[in-house]
C-alpha cells in the first residue's frame, strides 16, 4: 500500500507489495523491489537499487549525495540488498568517481538508529550496526561484523569477517577477521570467539585461528615472519588463510 500522503516520482520503479508510508519521499532513478516496507517520512534519492523485503524506518535518509566536498553532482548509486533493516534516522550515501561510484549494502543486515554510512563504502551481509556506529568514506565491512554502539571507523579501513568492535571503539586501521576491537585508537582485545562458536565454525577451525592470533599478535614477530611460522595452517585450514591473507592486503596496516 502507498500511501496518499506519499510523494512518488514517476520515474521511480515499484515493485510487488510495497509499503510507503506517509511523508515519504521517493525521488527519480529509484527502484524498490518487492515486500518492501518503508515507513513514514522516509527519503529515497536515487540512482538507488534497492532488492526484496527491506524495512525501512522513519526519518531514515537513503542515497542522498555524499558530504564529500570533491563530489560536484556526477551520477553515482546506492544498491542494497535483501532482508535489510535500516532503522530511524540512518543515513546511507552515494558513491563518488574517485572510487567506484557505487555504495554497496548486502543482505540480512541490522542497522540500528543513527548509523550513518558514507559513500563508497561496501558492506557484507548479516552485519550489525548499533546506534551511532559510523563508517567513513571508502570503508569495506566484511560478512557477520559488529560494530558496537558509537564505534567510529576512519575512511578506507578494512574490517575482515567476523570481527567485532566494542562500543565507543575508534577505528583508525584495518581489523583482521575473527579479531575483537576496543579502545581510541581500538587495539586488539583477543578473538570474537563467542561469534565463531555461534555461527558453526568447528573446534578445530576455532583452536587453529586461535593459534594464528596468538603467532600475529602476541609472539613478538613481524607480520613477514608471523606469515612464515604459519605457511602449515595457512596451506591447510581456510579460517587461517582467509586471516592471514587479509593481513598480507591491508594497505592501512592492521590494529596492534
Known amino acids: ?5 506519499a510523494f512518488v516520482h514517476p520515474d521511480a520503479k515499484i ?6 508510508g506517509p511523508w515519504s519521499y521517493i525521488g527519480p532513478g529509484v527502484e524498490i523491489g518487492d515486500d518492501n516496507i518503508i515507513h513514514s ?8 537499487v534497492i532488492g526484496k523485503g527491506n524495512r525501512i524506518f522513519q526519518f531514515a535518509s537513503v542515497g542522498e549525495d555524499c558530504q564529500d566536498k570533491k563530489y560536484a553532482g556526477e551520477p553515482t548509486r546506492l544498491i542494497i540488498g535483501d532482508n535489510n533493516v535500516i532503522r530511524e534516522n540512518v543515513t546511507i550515501h552515494r558513491g563518488t568517481i574517485q572510487d567506484n561510484s557505487e555504495t554497496r549494502i548486502g543482505s540480512n543486515n541490522l ?12 558492506v557484507g551481509n548479516n552485519v550489525i550496526m548499533a ?5 567513513a568514506g571508502h570503508v569495506h565491512v566484511g560478512d ?3 560494530l558496537g554502539g558509537m564505534t567510529g571507523v576512519h575512511q578506507f579501513v578494512h574490517i575482515g569477517a567476523h570481527a567485532f568492535t566494542a562500543g565507543c571503539s575508534l577505528v583508525l586501521q584495518d581489523v583482521p577477521p575473527f579479531v575483537m576491537a576496543a579502545g581510541q585508537p581500538a ?4 578473538l570474537n570467539s563467542e561469534g565463531l562458536k555461534r555461527r558453526g565454525f568447528s573446534k578445530e577451525a576455532q583452536l587453529a585461528v586461535r593459534r594464528a592470533y596468538k603467532t600475529l ?21 581456510p579460517e587461517v588463510k582467509q586471516l592471514m591473507d587479509f593481513v598480507a592486503s591491508s594497505s592501512r596496516g592492521i590494529i596492534r
Open 1 to 5: 500500500m502507498i500511501s496518499e500522503l
Open 15 to 20: 515493485g510487488n507489495n510495497v509499503t510507503i
Open 41 to 48: 517520512h522516509v527519503v529515497i534519492k536515487g540512482p538507488t
Open 111 to 122: 542497522f540500528m538508529a543513527y548509523v550513518h554510512i558514507a559513500h563508497d563504502c561496501v
Open 131 to 135: 546506534n551511532n556506529a559510523s563508517i
Open 144 to 146: 557477520w561484523v559488529i
Open 187 to 190: 587495539i586488539p582485545r583477543g
Open 217 to 237: 599478535y602476541r609472539s613478538n614477530l613481524t607480520v613477514e615472519e608471523a606469515t612464515a611460522a604459519l605457511a602449515d595452517e595457512i596451506a591447510t585450514v
